[in-house]
T-cell receptor, first 109, second 114 residues
Framework: QKEVEQNSGPLSVPEGAIASLNCTYS??????FFWYRQYSGKSPELIMSIYSNGDKEDGRFTAQLNKASQYVSLLIRDSQPSDSATYLCASFYGQNFVFGPGTRLSVLP | EAGVVQSPRYKIIEKKQPVAFWCNPISGHNTLYWYLQNLGQGPELLIR????????DSQLPKDRFSAERLKGVDSTLKIQPAELGDSAVYLC????????????FGPGTRLTVL
């Protein structure tokens, strides 16, 4: 059973702080990893993808992947109230995606 | 570029009634997914199509759910008959093998079974 685990939260951070979201996965064969943002009542929106070990930066977002530890993280710098949402981590293996339950982030003004 | 289109956005039906959801993927995306999402959980795969072929339907409850993707473009997911436990959001997503497998979701259909 392929699993992706996330802390469900809520994770609360003050505006301007760094939010750190974490994810672990069970299948060492997973090839790539994705972070989705989901606002309440909306569908998931792709914000980051990462395919190799190390860091990948895109604006205020940095994704980190450590395949040896089976660990993926997302850092959000200068957090804004508009970043308040649920963040879903997904692994990709064998043409299918496995999603975690999501972490609810609340950025406090 | 237009995104994934789904309809209807909301559907309320009584149990034992049939219901159908429609999805049009992003142009050129050969892979189409149907997911079910319950509140507080991540999307769960129901079926995956590669062009017109259903290549993974292992999680589709085949006694009441069916799907088709004629001509390898748009797709329909049907439930007949619906049960109370089918109330959820049904998401369609598409991806292109040439785009590093990035997957994009439609707005979803929120189904309520009374």
């Amino acid at each position: 059973q392929k699993e992706v685990e996330q802390n469900s939260g809520p994770l609360s951070v003050p505006e301007g702080a760094i939010a750190s979201l974490n994810c672990t996965y069970s299948d060492r064969g997973s090839q790539s990893f994705f972070w989705y943002r989901q606002y309440s009542g909306k569908s998931p929106e792709l914000i980051m993808s990462i395919y190799s070990n190390g860091d990948k930066e895109d604006g205020r977002f940095t994704a980190q992947l450590n395949k040896a530890s089976q660990y993926v993280s997302l850092l959000i710098r200068d957090s804004q109230p508009s970043d308040s949402a649920t963040y879903l981590c997904a692994s990709f293996y064998g043409q299918n995606f496995v999603f975690g339950p999501g972490t609810r982030l609340s950025v406090l003004p | 570029e237009a995104g994934v289109v789904q309809s209807p956005r909301y559907k309320i039906i009584e149990k034992k009634q049939p219901v159908a959801f429609w999805c049009n993927p992003i142009s050129g995306h050969n892979t189409l997914y149907w997911y079910l999402q319950n509140l507080g959980q991540g999307p769960e795969l129901l079926i995956r199509y590669e062009n017109e072929e259903a290549v993974d339907d292992s999680q589709l409850p085949k006694d009441r759910f069916s799907a088709e993707r004629l001509k390898g473009v748009d797709s329909t997911l049907k439930i007949q008959p619906a049960e109370l436990g089918d109330s959820a959001v049904y998401l369609c997503a598409s991806s292109s093998s040439g785009n590093r497998n990035e997957q994009f979701f439609g707005p979803g259909t929120r189904l309520t079974v009374l």
